[in-house]
């Protein structure tokens, strides 16, 4: 993520909203970030990632401490997606 001061991104405005259509942009005051300029493609599917969860855990607090079928499948497919086969030893 491309990092600039407010001062450049207040002088520079326009290349800020350029650099942002493909990247994030970190805005720092001093030492430390204050802001964050993104698309506002990339404003959406945050949005949307939140509501998503949001609605799964409204979900989850209906079904208490069990998941649903669906939200099984989907904690087991990303498991299966993350385990790696063990290496074989072949010395044995």
Same mark, same amino acid.
């Given at each position: ?18 650099? !942002? @259509? %493909?990247?994030?942009?970190? +805005? ?6 204050? !802001?964050? +300029?993104?698309?506002? !493609? ?11 969860? @949001?609605?799964?855990?409204?979900? !989850? %607090? ?20 993350? +385990? ?9």
């Amino acid at each position: 993520m491309k990092t600039v001061s407010a001062s450049d991104a207040k002088s520079h405005f326009g290349e800020l909203l350029d650099t !942002a @259509i %493909a990247e994030p942009v970190a +805005v720092k005051r001093g030492k430390r970030e204050v !802001a964050v +300029v993104l698309s506002w !493609a990339q404003y959406e599917r945050l949005k949307a990632l939140e509501e998503a969860e @949001i609605n799964r855990q409204s979900r !989850a %607090a209906e079904n208490g401490p069990f998941l649903s079928a669906e939200e099984s499948r989907e904690v087991f497919d990303r498991l299966m997606r993350e +385990v790696k086969p063990a290496p074989s030893d072949s010395s044995s």
